[in-house]
C-alpha cells in the first residue's frame, strides 16, 4: 500500500509519499510542491500528486485500491465561524477555542444581544458556519432567546450550530428549525467544565458534508473517493499525538506561519505561579489560536496596519523605509508566490515574519497584572502561563526555509502589553525547524498512525 499525503495550503499544495514500517518508524520517501490554483484547487492537487508518484495521471492507480490518500486543505480562507456568545471571558471564549480546536478561524464575534448592526453584518459578510452559544445549562435563557428571533428574521443561509444552554434547545429548534440548524451539548455547561467536542464534530462535520464543494473541493471528493479535514485541524491533533507519544514533549509550541493565517498551538498544562488568581476560564492542555490579519503573503498588507508600531520603531525617523516597505506588502499580496530578490527584500520579509510571529504569539499566551485586594496584592492571570515551555517548532513555507530567522527577538517581543498585562511567553527555548514542511502532511497521516507520526515529527525536525 502507498501512503500518500496532501495539503492544500492558501499559496503552496504539498504532497509526499511515505513508507510506514516497523517500530514506529515512517520513512519519506518523495515529496513535491506546486502553486495552489484557488480558481481550481483540483489543478494543483493532482498537478502535486502526479509529481509525488511519477505518473503522468495518478487516477488509474487511486481506482485501483493501491494507494491510501489523507489530504487536508486550508485554502480560499480557510473554515471561516461566526461566533455568538454571553459574556466575553466566558461563553464567547468557550465558542472561540472550540472553533479554533476544530481548525476553523473565527471571521466575527458577538457578545451579549444581537443588535441590527450586527446582524447586517452576518448577512453582508456570512460565515460558513454560526456558532451560537451562551449560558451554562440552567443558566441565563434572556439573551440566547433574544438572538435566536433576531436570526429567525434574518436571510442568513449559513449552517448554524447552537451549542449554549440546554434549557433552551427546544425553543431553538421552534424558532430556527427551518434554517439549517444542528444542535449540540453546550460548549460551556458549567463554568468549571468547557465541553466542545460536541460543537468540535459538528463543525467537522458540516466542513465535510456541506462546505467542501463551496472550497471547490468537491472534484478531488468525487475523482479520490476521499474527503478532506481542515488542516489545522490535522496539525491540532498532531500536537496532541506529539504530547502523548513523544517523551520529553509534553510541553511545547508550534507556529505556523502561512500566506494568509499565523496559526499557534500550544500544549501545556496550566499552573499558577505562587500569590498568583486565575480569572477565566479553565485552560486547555492543547490550545490552538490563528489570526486572520497576520499572514506572509495573502495578508501581508493587514499585517503590516496591525504591526505598525513595531514597524516604527525598527524603521525609527526612516520614512522612505517606511512607506518601500508597505508598497512591498501590496507586491506581495498581488503576486503571493513573489519571493524577495534584494537584501532589502529580504530585511522586509524578515520584518514582516518578525510581525506575524510577535503579534500571533502575543495574543495566544495569556496576561498577568498585579491588583491590590484586601488580603494584599496579588497576581492576575487570564490565559495561560507559556513561561515553562523550553521548545518551540517553526513551520510553514517561509519559517521552514528561514535559517537565518532569529525568532528568539521576535516570539517575546516584549514584557509588557499596551495595557501594561506582563505577556506569558517564554524567553529561553530550543527552536526547531520543519525545515522539509512535512508536519502538516504528517499530520493527515497521524489519522491512521498516531504514535509513528508523533515520533516521526519529532525525528525530522532541525535546531
Not at 498532531?238 to 508550534?254: A, K
Request: net charge negative; aromatic share 6%; with cysteine.
Amino acid at each position: 500500500m502507498i501512503n500518500v499525503s496532501i495539503d492544500i495550503g492558501s499559496t503552496w499544495t504539498k504532497g509526499a509519499v511515505f513508507e510506514v514500517g516497523d517500530n514506529d518508524h515512517i520513512e519519506v520517501k518523495n515529496c513535491a510542491l506546486s502553486p495552489t490554483t484557488p480558481h481550481h484547487l483540483a489543478e494543483g492537487f493532482f498537478t502535486v500528486l502526479n509529481k509525488i508518484l511519477n505518473v503522468d495521471d495518478a487516477r488509474p492507480l487511486l481506482a485501483s485500491g493501491k494507494i491510501k490518500l489523507d489530504y487536508s486543505s486550508s485554502a480560499k480562507g480557510g473554515l471561516a465561524v461566526a461566533a455568538i456568545g454571553l459574556v466575553p471571558s466566558i461563553t464567547l471564549e468557550s465558542a472561540k477555542v472550540t472553533a479554533h480546536s476544530a481548525g476553523a478561524k473565527v471571521s466575527q464575534h458577538f457578545a451579549y444581544n444581537l443588535n441590527k448592526a450586527d446582524l447586517r453584518a452576518l448577512e453582508t459578510t456570512p460565515p460558513d458556519i454560526l456558532l451560537f452559544t451562551g449560558g451554562t445549562d440552567g443558566g441565563d435563557c434572556v439573551h440566547g432567546l433574544a438572538n435566536a428571533k433576531l436570526l429567525a428574521k434574518s436571510n442568513l443561509e449559513c449552517a448554524i450550530i447552537y451549542a449554549g444552554n440546554r434549557d433552551l434547545q427546544d425553543e431553538i429548534q421552534d424558532l430556527l428549525g427551518d434554517k439549517d440548524l444542528t444542535i449540540v451539548d453546550n460548549v460551556l455547561p458549567s463554568l468549571d467544565n468547557p465541553s466542545p467536542l460536541g460543537a468540535r464534530s459538528a463543525i467537522c462535520d458540516i466542513f465535510l458534508h456541506k462546505i467542501v464543494k463551496g472550497k471547490g473541493l468537491d472534484v478531488i471528493v468525487e475523482q479520490t473517493g476521499e474527503e478532506p479535514l481542515p488542516t489545522p485541524y490535522s496539525v491540532f491533533e498532531l500536537v496532541e499525538q506529539i504530547r502523548r507519544h513523544v517523551v520529553g514533549w509534553e510541553t511545547f509550541m508550534l507556529l505556523d506561519m502561512g500566506g494568509a493565517t499565523t496559526d499557534i498551538y500550544s500544549a501545556n498544562q496550566n499552573s499558577l505561579a505562587p500569590d498568583t488568581v486565575m480569572h477565566g476560564l479553565p485552560e486547555p492542555i492543547v490550545k490552538r489560536t490563528v489570526e486572520g490579519d497576520l499572514g506572509m503573503r495573502v495578508s501581508a498588507i493587514t499585517a503590516g496596519e496591525t504591526g505598525a508600531p513595531l514597524i516604527a520603531h525598527y524603521f525609527s525617523h526612516q520614512e522612505s523605509k517606511i512607506a518601500a516597505f508597505h508598497h512591498y506588502l501590496k507586491h506581495l499580496v498581488a503576486h503571493p508566490g513573489y519571493l524577495p530578490r534584494t537584501d532589502e527584500e529580504r530585511v522586509f520579509d524578515q520584518l514582516l515574519a518578525g510581525i506575524c510571529v510577535g503579534y500571533a504569539a502575543e495574543r495566544h499566551a495569556g496576561k498577568k497584572v498585579q491588583v491590590c485586594t484586601c488580603a494584599g496584592n496579588v497576581d492576575l492571570q487570564v490565559g495561560r502561563d507559556l513561561n515553562p515551555i523550553r521548545k518551540v517548532i517553526g513551520t510553514g513555507g517561509w519559517l521552514s526555509r528561514a535559517n537565518d530567522f532569529d525568532i528568539h527577538h521576535w516570539l517575546k517581543y516584549r514584557d509588557l502589553d499596551d495595557n501594561g498585562k506582563q505577556v506569558l511567553l517564554p524567553s529561553q527555548f530550543e527552536y526547531y525547524r520543519d525545515t522539509q514542511g512535512l508536519l502538516p502532511l504528517l499530520a493527515n497521516v497521524a489519522r491512521r498512525f498516531p504514535k509513528a507520526a508523533a515520533q516521526t515529527s519529532v525525528r525530522i525536525l532541525n535546531k
